[in-house]
């Protein structure tokens, strides 16, 4: 059969708004995690980082928050900018994978002026 | 400062030719990850050495790829010979370390490969 590419998640807002990416992780081992920005053409940016031992963290303009029982994990931006519109993928690390970050498979911000 | 170096950046090749990626970790980083992404399947890693030393290529493809890491500042990945589904962007990536958890990835800016 045809195959066919990988569908991202979208996500489209208004300039000035907030905006929330959702992850589901996959290891309820993992105590490290990522979240990385990709624009058009470059590679994976880091953005914010939060170990399993927090809830929450915060940066400039980006919070991550994180709900270990349900294995979730999401980035807030807020006052959403063009500049902030990128692919968004989050990543977790357990002890056992030696330091080897797994992927989630991105979602996509676009921003609307 | 400098962050992991690519090279190079695009590369167009006909099918059969070998491809050599080359990347420059961020010095003082232990760890080098060489990752492949396409539309199809996302970002992949297709292996990773620590301390110059490769500690999982479960990742790539088939004996047509292989890496190196002569030495602490620089590695490289080999296709030969190269197939039209080889064409993805990789990406070369470099941690303090692997031996615990919480050491941030970084990563180039990618080599965009082309097998025509």
């Known amino acids: 059969g045809e195959s066919v590419g990988l569908h991202l998640p979208t996500l489209s807002v208004q300039e000035g708004d907030n905006s929330i990416i959702n992850c589901a992780y996959s290891?309820?081992?993992?105590?490290?995690f990522i979240w990385y920005k990709q624009e058009s053409g470059k590679g994976p940016q880091f953005i914010i980082d939060?170990?399993?031992?927090?809830d929450k963290r915060q940066g400039q303009r980006v919070t991550v928050l994180l709900n270990k029982t349900v294995k979730h994990l999401s980035l807030q931006i807020a006052a959403t900018q063009p500049g902030d519109s990128a692919v968004y993928f989050c990543?977790?690390?357990?002890?056992?994978?030696?330091?080897?970050?797994?992927f989630g498979k991105g979602t996509k911000l676009s921003v609307k002026p | 400062d400098a962050g992991v170096i690519q090279s190079p950046r695009h590369e167009v090749t006909e099918m059969g030719q070998e491809v050599t990626l080359r990347c420059k970790p961020i010095?003082?980083?232990?760890?080098l990850f060489w990752y492949r992404q396409t539309m199809m399947r996302g970002l992949e890693l297709l292996i990773y050495?620590?301390?110059?030393?490769?500690?999982?290529d479960s990742g790539m493809p088939e004996d047509r790829f292989s890496a190196k890491m002569p030495n602490a500042s620089f590695s490289t990945l080999k296709i030969q010979p190269s197939e039209p589904r080889d064409s993805a962007v990789y990406f070369c990536?470099?941690?303090?370390?692997?031996?615990?958890?919480?050491?941030?990835?970084?990563f180039g800016e990618g080599s965009w490969l082309t097998v025509v």
């Open positions: 990536a470099s941690s303090f370390s692997v031996a615990s958890s919480g050491n941030t990835i970084y």
């Open positions: 290891n309820s081992a993992s105590d490290y």
């Open positions: 939060i170990r399993s031992n927090m």
């Open positions: 990543a977790e690390n357990s002890p056992r994978s030696q330091g080897n970050l797994i």
């Open positions: 010095s003082g980083h232990n760890s």
């Open positions: 050495f620590n301390n110059n030393v490769p500690i999982d």
